[in-house]
C-alpha cells in the first residue's frame, strides 16, 4: 500500500478536501477505500502548523490582485501563498 499513501499525500499537498481526495482517488486512479482506511493514512499528514504574519499576507494578497491574480479562483491563490512560503 506504499502507492495508496503516496497517492493520498500528493491529493494533500496539492490541497484537496478530505472528499476530493476520496473522489479522486476513486475516479482517477480506481481505488476506493473506506473512511477509516483514510483518515488512518491521513494521521501523519497535517496541513501546516507555523502561522504566517498577517500583514505579511494580505500585503501578498493585494499584490497578487493588483496583477493578474484577480483572474484566478481561490485555491489558486492559495497555492501561491504555499509557493511563497506563507503555508
Not at 32 to 37: G, K, M, N, W
Not at 40 to 65: E, G, N, T
Amino acid at each position: 500500500m506504499p502507492r495508496l499513501f503516496s497517492l493520498i499525500q500528493f491529493y494533500f499537498v496539492l490541497g484537496l478536501t478530505h472528499w476530493e481526495i476520496l473522489v479522486s482517488l476513486s475516479n482517477i486512479d480506481g481505488i476506493i477505500i473506506s473512511l477509516s482506511t483514510f483518515h488512518r493514512h491521513l494521521k501523519s499528514l497535517f496541513r501546516r502548523k507555523a502561522h504566517s504574519d498577517l500583514l505579511d499576507v494580505a500585503v501578498f494578497l493585494q499584490d497578487q490582485l493588483s496583477q493578474y491574480g484577480m483572474l484566478h479562483g481561490y485555491k489558486m491563490m492559495y497555492l501561491k501563498c504555499i509557493q511563497a512560503g506563507f503555508c
